[in-house]
DNA sequence: CAGCTTGTTCGAATAGCTTGAACAGGCTTT
DNA sequence: AAAGCCTGTTCAAGCTATTCGAACAAGCTG
C-alpha cells in the first residue's frame, strides 16, 4: 500500500543491481561492455555484478549477452496467485470475456499505480499497449479511475501529487480539477468509463471491487473499440454486466 | 545458456537481498523481525534492505508485513515476450489445447532446468503441480525429456552432474544407465513420454522445438489422466499431432 | 601474425555496509 | 492512566567488502 518510500540511506550496492535488471528490462539484451557505460562504473564491477546476478538465475548468459531470466514469472506468478482475490476474479473475468467477446482486464493497486495481474480476451478483443504486469497511471484508464475513486480522499490527493496527471491521448485527463469532477461521478455511477483516455479509438468501462471499509483493492474492466462500444450498449447493458460480476465477487470475498 | 556460474567473489550484498526475496517467495508475507532472523543479522541491516528493495516497487509494504510485488511479472513478462519462439508457439499452443482437451504446456531451458513459458488449457484438463515460470528438473516431465534428449551430449552430463537425477514418484528416472537408455529412444521416435514420473495417475507426451543445428530450444507438452491418455491414443495419434504442431513452428522459426 | 576486441582475475584503497544502541509510536496490561 | 512491551526507524563509528584500474587470457578481424 502507500507509495514508495524516500529511503534516507538506501543500499547502493543494491540500487546498482536493480539498475541493472531495469536496464535489461528496458534496452533488452546487453553485453557486459554496455552495462558498464549504462553504469558508468568499472569494466570488473559491472562483471561482478552481473555474475552474481547470473548464479541465482535472474540473468542468464547467452552469446556474451545477459538478459532477464524466465525466472522473474516464478515469482510473479506468486507474487499474483497470492493476492486475495485473484483466483475469484479468474474465473469471473473468463466467463465476462466469454459473454461479451471483449478484452476484460484485472487490475490492483501497488504504490499507487495499477498493475493489470489477469487479462482475458474474447474472441473479438483488440489488442492494445496493455499488458500483462505491466504498470499504468491510475487516471489514465478505466480500471484505473474505478480504483482511484475508491480510495481515501487524502490518498488520491498523495498519488496525484507524486506522479502527476501525463497524458497519453489528448483526451486523458491532466488537471486536479478535471479528476475530482470524474471522481465525483464515477462514485455516482458506481463505474468509470474510459472515453479514448489511453488509446485513441478506444472505450472502456470499470468498476472497483471494494473491501469491507468499501476501500478499493481492484478493479475489472471491459474494453473494445469505440465504434462497439458506444450508446446505451456502452452506458446500460454492460455496466449491468460488469457491476453484476463485480458484485457476485465482492460477496464471495466477504465470505472467504 | 550453460549453468549457473559459481561466482568466484559475488557481491554479498545483493546475495543478501535475493535471499531476502527468496525469503518471502517460499515463506510468504514477513514481518522485518521475521526477516532479520532469517538473515541473521541486525534490525537495521534488514530495514535498509527492505525499504531499498520496496522503493524499486520490488516489494510492497501492508500491514507491517513485506510481499513480492506485482512487478515481478513485469519482468518476467517481458523475458518471455522476448523469446524467439514465445509469439510462434502461443496460438499453436491454444490450437492444441482446443483439439486434445488436454493440458498443453511449454517449456524452455534455463540453466539445465525447464521453465513453463506458457500453458493452455483444454475443457478436460487437469491441474497439477505444474506452475507458470515454475523450474523443474529436465528428467522428471516430458517436455524436460525431449530438451534433453536433443542437448550436446557433454552438456546432458554436465546438468545430471550438476542437479543429479532426483525422484518425484516411484517411476522417475534416477540413474543415468537408464536416462541415456530413454535419451536413445527418445531420439529414434523423436518424442518423449512420461509415464507418472512426475505425477502418480498423470501421462504425457513431449516434443522438442529445435533450431537450424538440431540442438532444443524448449519444448511442448501434452498431458492428461492416464486411463485417458494410454495405448495408441497415447503412442499414435497423439504424437502425429504433437509432431506435426511442433513441424510447423520450427519451419515458421526457420524462416523468421 | 599483429592488433583489436571481448571477458576475467587480482591486490590495494576507501567508500559505504553493518552493527548496536537509542528514539518514537502504537498496543496491551496492570 | 501509566507502565511495559512490542513494533519500525534513526544515527555515529568501525571495519568489512565494494570498487577501481591494471594486467591477463582468449577469440576475431584485418
New interface residues.
Given amino acids: 500500500?502507500?507509495l514508495?518510500?524516500?529511503?534516507d540511506?538506501?543500499?547502493e550496492?543494491?540500487?546498482r543491481?536493480?539498475d541493472i535488471?531495469?536496464y535489461l528490462?528496458e534496452n533488452?539484451?546487453a553485453t557486459i561492455a554496455e552495462v558498464t557505460a549504462h553504469l558508468g562504473c568499472a569494466k570488473s564491477t559491472a562483471h561482478?555484478?552481473l555474475?552474481?546476478?547470473?548464479?541465482?538465475?535472474?540473468l542468464?548468459?547467452?552469446n556474451d549477452e545477459y538478459?532477464?531470466?524466465?525466472?522473474?514469472?516464478?515469482?510473479?506468478?506468486?507474487?499474483?496467485d497470492?493476492?486475495t482475490f485473484y483466483r475469484e476474479v479468474k474465473s469471473k473475468v473468463d466467463t465476462l470475456a466469454d459473454e461479451t467477446d471483449e478484452k476484460i482486464w484485472c487490475a490492483?493497486e501497488?504504490?499507487g499505480r495499477s498493475?493489470h495481474?489477469y487479462g482475458a480476451q474474447g474472441k473479438r478483443s483488440v489488442r492494445t499497449y496493455a499488458?500483462?504486469?505491466?504498470?499504468n497511471y491510475l487516471h489514465q484508464h478505466a480500471a484505473g479511475k474505478a480504483i482511484l475513486a475508491y480510495l481515501p480522499d487524502e490518498r488520491i490527493d498523495e498519488i496525484v501529487e507524486t506522479y502527476g496527471l501525463p497524458a497519453r491521448t489528448q483526451h486523458t485527463i491532466t488537471t486536479a480539477d478535471e479528476l475530482w469532477d470524474e471522481i465525483e461521478a464515477i462514485r455516482e455511477r458506481g463505474y468509470a468509463l474510459n472515453i479514448e483516455e489511453s488509446v485513441e479509438g478506444l472505450h472502456a468501462i470499470g468498476a472497483p471491487i471494494k473491501d469491507e471499509n468499501g476501500t478499493a483493492l481492484g478493479a475489472i474492466s471491459i474494453s473494445g473499440p469505440a465504434n462497439r462500444l458506444d450508446g446505451s450498449f456502452l452506458r446500460e447493458e454492460l455496466p449491468t454486466l460488469l457491476l453484476g460480476t463485480v458484485n457476485e465477487i465482492t460477496i464471495n470475498l466477504a465470505h472467504a
Avoid: C, N, W
Wanted: aromatic share 6%.
Fill in positions: 500500500m502507500s514508495p518510500p524516500d529511503v540511506r538506501p543500499v550496492t543494491v540500487e543491481a536493480i535488471i531495469d528490462k533488452g539484451p561482478r555484478h555474475k552474481t546476478l547470473e548464479a541465482s538465475s535472474f542468464i548468459e547467452e538478459r532477464l531470466g524466465i525466472r522473474f514469472l516464478d515469482y510473479g506468478v506468486i507474487a499474483r497470492r493476492h490492483v501497488e504504490h498493475v495481474i499488458r500483462l504486469g505491466h504498470q
